[in-house]
């Protein structure tokens, strides 16, 4: 005997559609804030400014002085290979030796330069690993690499500017750029080709990719490991007139049992570059660059100069 399956009137299937399809698009939009959410943003601001105005943070970095094969002088004296500012160290205070990647710093006479607390007169600073830092005064620096060139990165930590910093620039908090968003991995391990400011390329590892709605239209993202969540970078129209013209990064929390996150662009943020014009930044892979505004977040820094 044949059992009869009742049919399902048509009004009925469509309400199935909607109801499958309803729930898929729901996963997307503006998510739901949390009670605290003003508190805990104003908090994030806070922790980025006292982040940058630290003792060897990026407002405090004052030059990047690259080094020759061999004798390299350095002080603040106009005759020095590496001339450090006027006034922050006597004008001869030694010399680094670049000999085959290792560097050897050899101090003058009657200048104190310090590593642990203690006065060196000449060490290793720089082994092909090893990156010891050293203090002279309100002056702080190590060894940066970029290849097989090889450079003193220099803070100054007397620096009225960045005492004063506040912030910088930032669109009113907007909840609908707190976004629900779906963490999609990679089968495999992807690594993607990113460029820099300087027009170099490196090979970054991404784990996947970010997907979240804006006004009804999908939008994806490469994302790439951090510490603390998914970093991602990204450009999007407001870079021609209000932010900074190279994009925006952001870490967004990692992605739960399901794949669901949250991407809240009211805390993208400024990358070194748009600041401080020793740094080298990494942009936005050409995936990431969305063809929409988004009037969130920090805007472009006014009175720092940047790349």
């Known amino acids: 005997m044949k059992i009869k399956t009742p049919k399902l009137s048509f009004s009925f299937a469509l309400l199935l559609i909607f109801l499958i399809f309803g729930c898929r698009q729901n996963e997307y939009g503006q998510a739901p804030l949390p009670e605290n959410y003003l508190e805990s943003l104003q908090e994030w601001k806070d922790y980025r400014v006292n982040v940058l105005k630290g003792?060897?943070?990026?407002?405090?970095?004052?030059?990047?002085?690259?080094?020759?094969?061999?004798?390299?002088?350095?002080?603040?004296?106009?005759?020095?290979?590496?001339?450090?500012p006027e006034g922050t160290i006597p004008a001869h205070a030694g010399t680094m030796i670049l000999d085959n990647g290792v560097i050897?710093?050899?101090?003058?006479?009657?200048?104190?330069?310090?590593?642990?607390?203690?006065?060196?007169?000449?060490?290793?600073?720089?082994?092909?690993?090893?990156?010891?830092?050293?203090?002279?005064?309100?002056?702080e620096w190590f060894i940066d690499s970029r290849g097989d060139t090889h450079g003193v990165r220099l803070y100054n930590k007397d620096n009225p500017k960045a005492d004063a910093f506040d912030g910088f620039p930032f669109y009113p908090v907007n909840p609908e750029w707190h976004l629900s968003a779906r963490f999609t991995a990679n089968n495999d391990s992807i690594s993607v080709t990113v460029d820099n400011v300087?027009?170099?390329?490196?090979?970054?590892?991404?784990p996947g990719n970010i997907s979240f709605t804006v006004h009804g239209s999908q939008h994806s993202l490469i994302a790439f490991e951090a510490n603390s969540g998914l970093f991602i970078m990204f450009s999007d129209?407001?870079?021609?007139?209000?932010?900074?013209?190279?994009?925006?990064?952001?870490?967004?929390?990692?992605?739960?049992?399901?794949?669901?996150?949250?991407?809240?662009?009211?805390?993208?943020?400024?990358?070194?570059?748009?600041?401080?014009k020793f740094t080298t930044c990494q942009l936005p892979p050409p995936r990431n660059r969305l063809d929409i505004e988004i009037p969130a977040g920090e805007k472009r820094p006014v009175g720092w100069e940047g790349l």
């Not at 007169?121 to 050293?134: C, K, Q, S, V, Y």
């Not at 300087?198 to 991404?206: D, N, P, T, Y």
């Not at 870490?251 to 993208?268: L, Q, S, V």
């Open 55 to 84: 003792p060897t943070n990026w407002l405090r970095l004052d030059g990047i002085y690259w080094l020759q094969e061999g004798e390299n002088s350095f002080g603040s004296g106009d005759d020095q290979d590496l001339v450090f």
């Open 104 to 139: 050897t710093m050899k101090v003058a006479e009657d200048v104190t330069i310090l590593h642990d607390g203690k006065p060196v007169a000449e060490m290793i600073i720089f082994d092909g690993e090893n990156r010891p830092r050293l203090i002279h005064e309100q002056l």
């Open 198 to 206: 300087l027009g170099e390329r490196v090979e970054r590892f991404s």
């Open 237 to 276: 129209r407001t870079n021609r007139t209000e932010t900074y013209h190279a994009g925006r990064y952001m870490i967004i929390p990692f992605p739960d049992e399901n794949g669901n996150t949250i991407i809240d662009f009211n805390k993208a943020y400024n990358p070194p570059c748009a600041f401080n």
